[in-house]
């Protein structure tokens, strides 16, 4: 009898030692998807792609998206990769090979940012295409704006002024983005169905490589004077480069006889939109966009699969793969003179930013742009 007693006694310790080991585990259902409880693990790595092409990658995405993690208590390692694409590959090697559990990269083109893809998807990484899809890439999600829906805003604007200056026809200039961007492709793809649909033809069309805003005012100063000017408006596929297209035309004194028009709501573009020496920019909330990557890349780190699919709730064709990436798409805004003091509102730019001279602080006071 004693015997079966200490034999109970020895099976009843290894059953609450086992119990203990059990209750401290942590690992949080890690890739299934009830993992939304446990701690993040690993640290997010960022890839912005330069500088040159927009303001918004170090003015905003950089901060947004820093902060975000931050409250979260998740590690994050953001570095741009200037427009070098083999900087690109080496910040990568070293997120990769430095315990990143997620990557979300700005492509500079498809074919290098599939490289890294690969490499990540090779350690185990998940990978997150940030604004930018790769085309043949294979992220495993995709946050971005409807990029055909900004590029239709971009045309439905422009119509807008055309008409507003009485020109119901007539030719038109399309100034595009890099030709290595997919996401140029997209806006052009909506822009240009626009302004046909609105009744007017195409009479010039190039693309700027790498978004370079010199490049673009060559190319536009060749495009206007081989028209001789010959154009009722120009579709600008960004700030920068609406701003190369607004220094031509002031140049040529078009400056209110052309609309033109970009988007991302930079300042200068803002500037010019309360000036009139640009027709509309369209706002994209890049602070909604760099929570919805964060909150996506943070879900990923605790291994709540199911978590990020259903913050994913969207798909982008890749026409390379044909395959459908799961995606989160957020919607861009059309922002003429009158909706300036939304983005003030937002708290995305500073009005004492906009209103710097007599001429833009009278037409501040005109729209409502007002310090708060």
Same mark, same amino acid.
């Given at each position: 009898?004693?015997?079966?007693?200490?034999? @109970?006694?020895?099976?009843?310790?290894?059953?609450?030692?086992?119990?203990?080991?059990?209750?401290? #585990?942590?690992?949080? *259902?890690?890739?299934?998807?009830?993992?939304?409880?446990?701690?993040?693990?690993?640290?997010?790595?960022?890839? @912005?792609?330069?500088?040159?092409?927009?303001?918004?990658?170090?003015?905003?995405?950089? %901060?947004?998206?820093? #902060?975000?993690? %931050?409250?979260?208590?998740?590690?994050?390692?953001?570095?741009?990769?200037?427009?070098? %694409?083999?900087?690109?590959?080496?910040?990568? #090697?070293?997120?990769?090979?430095?315990?990143?559990?997620?990557?979300?990269?700005?492509?500079?083109?498809?074919?290098?940012?599939?490289?890294?893809?690969?490499?990540?998807?090779?350690?185990?990484?998940?990978?997150?295409?940030?604004?930018?899809?790769?085309?043949?890439?294979?992220?495993?999600?995709?946050?971005?704006?409807?990029?055909?829906?900004?590029?239709?805003?971009?045309?439905?604007?422009?119509?807008?002024?055309?008409?507003?200056?009485?020109?119901?026809?007539?030719?038109?200039?399309?100034?595009?983005?890099?030709?290595?961007?997919?996401?140029?492709?997209?806006?052009?793809?909506?822009?240009?169905?626009?302004?046909?649909?609105?009744?007017?033809?195409?009479?010039?069309?190039?693309?700027?490589?790498?978004?370079?805003?010199? %490049?673009? *005012?060559?190319?536009?100063?060749?495009?206007?004077?081989?028209?001789?000017?010959?154009?009722?408006?120009?579709?600008?596929?960004?700030?920068?480069?609406?701003?190369?297209?607004?220094?031509? @035309?002031?140049?040529?004194?078009?400056?209110?006889?052309?609309?033109?028009? *970009?988007?991302?709501?930079?300042?200068?573009?803002?500037?010019?939109?309360?000036? *009139?020496?640009?027709?509309?920019?369209?706002?994209?909330?890049?602070?909604?966009?760099?929570?919805?990557?964060?909150?996506?890349?943070?879900?990923?780190?605790?291994?709540?699969?199911?978590?990020?699919?259903?913050?994913?709730?969207?798909?982008?064709?890749?026409?390379?793969?044909?395959? #459908?990436?799961?995606?989160?798409?957020?919607?861009?805004?059309?922002?003429?003179?009158?909706?300036?003091?939304?983005?003030?509102?937002?708290?995305?730019?500073?009005?004492?930013?906009?209103?710097?001279?007599?001429?833009?602080?009278?037409?501040?006071?005109?729209?409502?742009?007002?310090?708060?």
């Amino acid at each position: 009898m004693f015997k079966r007693i200490i034999a @109970l006694l020895s099976v009843l310790a290894m059953a609450v030692t086992v119990a203990a080991c059990g209750g401290n #585990d942590d690992s949080g *259902g890690g890739g299934g998807g009830g993992g939304g409880s446990s701690k993040p693990k690993g640290k997010v790595g960022v890839i @912005l792609p330069d500088t040159a092409s927009s303001v918004r990658w170090e003015s905003f995405d950089r %901060k947004y998206l820093g #902060d975000a993690f %931050k409250a979260a208590g998740v590690d994050s390692d953001i570095q741009n990769a200037n427009g070098d %694409k083999q900087k690109f590959a080496t910040i990568a #090697d070293q997120m990769i090979n430095g315990g990143a559990s997620v990557l979300a990269i700005v492509n500079l083109d498809s074919p290098s940012a599939a490289t890294v893809i690969k490499k990540a998807h090779d350690q185990g990484i998940k990978v997150i295409d940030y604004d930018r899809l790769t085309l043949g890439g294979g992220a495993d999600y995709y946050v971005s704006f409807d990029n055909v829906a900004v590029g239709t805003n971009i045309g439905q604007g422009l119509v807008k002024c055309m008409q507003k200056n009485g020109n119901k026809s007539g030719p038109v200039a399309l100034l595009n983005g890099s030709p290595t961007d997919n996401n140029a492709t997209l806006f052009k793809q909506g822009y240009e169905k626009a302004i046909k649909d609105g009744g007017y033809s195409i009479a010039a069309d190039q693309s700027v490589p790498d978004w370079d805003n010199t %490049k673009a *005012g060559t190319i536009f100063e060749q495009m206007y004077t081989k028209a001789n000017g010959n154009f009722v408006g120009v579709a600008a596929a960004n700030d920068g480069l609406g701003g190369a297209v607004a220094a031509v @035309l002031k140049r040529n004194g078009d400056t209110n006889k052309v609309p033109t028009t *970009g988007q991302d709501a930079t300042p200068e573009g803002l500037q010019r939109v309360l000036t *009139g020496a640009q027709c509309l920019t369209v706002y994209k909330a890049v602070k909604k966009e760099a929570d919805a990557a964060a909150k996506l890349a943070i879900a990923l780190t605790k291994g709540d699969t199911a978590g990020a699919d259903k913050l994913a709730s969207g798909t982008v064709k890749d026409t390379e793969t044909n395959q #459908d990436v799961k995606s989160v798409l957020l919607q861009p805004e059309s922002i003429f003179p009158e909706d300036v003091k939304k983005v003030v509102a937002d708290g995305f730019v500073k009005a004492s930013d906009l209103c710097t001279t007599a001429t833009l602080k009278q037409a501040c006071s005109k729209y409502g742009v007002n310090a708060s």
